[in-house]
């Protein structure tokens, strides 16, 4: 796809000496949100780290605006417009909300800094009124939303989510997903790691699966649910949370 603003292709990678993703392929062309669901275990994250150089290379290619993205510094990566929000604790919690805002968009100078600060204020007037106060003060939701704060804080031009629904009650994930859509609409694009296959066939525009390290299904929500033994698996374990 030309298109892509992401391109993944036969894509291994691993931790040193240990294998994980053997043939991963995806794109993620502007303005869409794309889906990857798996099994626990399976290298959904650590796809997410080798895209942002935390995790290692071992094969394949990864493309992004274009040009190869090769093994760079991840905060070369953040500085080319990818914003990465990770699995589990995801804010500092003894800094204030304002700080913790800072530090996720640490590559921007400080007038657009106050431009995203108030984009981020705009969708999420409740991290305003708390700004001054410590990030373990906030509710679970309210972290997460700082959390997706922390990575529009750099204006970012390709964001990544993984499981941003974990942890969130489902009217707060439905609301976060709204946030994503509207970004989506203004060309934003997304990759989200999904534990959630609610969260996920109800918010995405196409969704791939991998299992065993490797990219086994790609389709849109709609040609997923037509496949009936995947959705049987993971409608089990999901149920199984
Ligand atoms: N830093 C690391 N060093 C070595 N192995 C790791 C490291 N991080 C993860 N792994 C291993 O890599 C494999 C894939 O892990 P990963 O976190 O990518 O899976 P996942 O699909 O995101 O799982 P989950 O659904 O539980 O989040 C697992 O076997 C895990 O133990
Ligand atoms: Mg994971």
Do not use: W
């Amino acid at each position: 796809m030309t298109d892509a603003v992401l391109e993944v292709r036969g894509l291994a990678a691993g931790y040193g000496p240990v294998d994980v993703l053997q043939d991963v392929n995806l794109d993620v062309p502007a303005g869409k949100i794309v889906g990857i669901i798996g099994p626990n275990g399976t290298g959904k994250s650590t796809l997410l780290k080798t895209i942002i150089g935390i995790a290692d290379k071992q094969a394949g290619e990864i493309r992004y605006d274009g040009g190869p993205l090769e093994a760079v510094a991840p905060h070369n990566l953040i500085e080319r417009g990818i914003a990465y929000m990770p699995q589990g604790d995801r804010v500092f919690p003894d800094m204030t909300v304002k700080d913790n805002l800072r530090v996720g968009g640490y590559v921007v100078d400080d007038d657009r800094f106050q431009e995203a600060l108030a984009d981020v204020y705009d969708l999420y007037p409740v991290l305003e009124e708390k700004q001054d106060q410590k990030a373990s003060t906030l509710s679970g939701g309210q972290q997460t939303m700082l959390s997706f704060g922390m990575a529009l804080a750099n204006q970012p031009q390709l964001i990544l989510l993984d499981e941003p629904s974990a942890g969130l009650a489902p009217d707060l994930v439905d609301e976060l997903f709204a946030q994503i859509k509207r970004l989506r609409d203004t060309g934003m694009p997304f990759l989200v790691v999904e534990q959630s296959v609610r969260a996920l066939l109800d918010n995405c525009d196409y969704v791939y699966v991998i299992e065993g390290g490797t990219t086994v299904f790609d389709g849109t929500p709609g040609d997923l649910r037509g496949e009936e033994d995947l959705m049987r698996m993971y409608l089990a374990l999901e149920e199984n949370e």
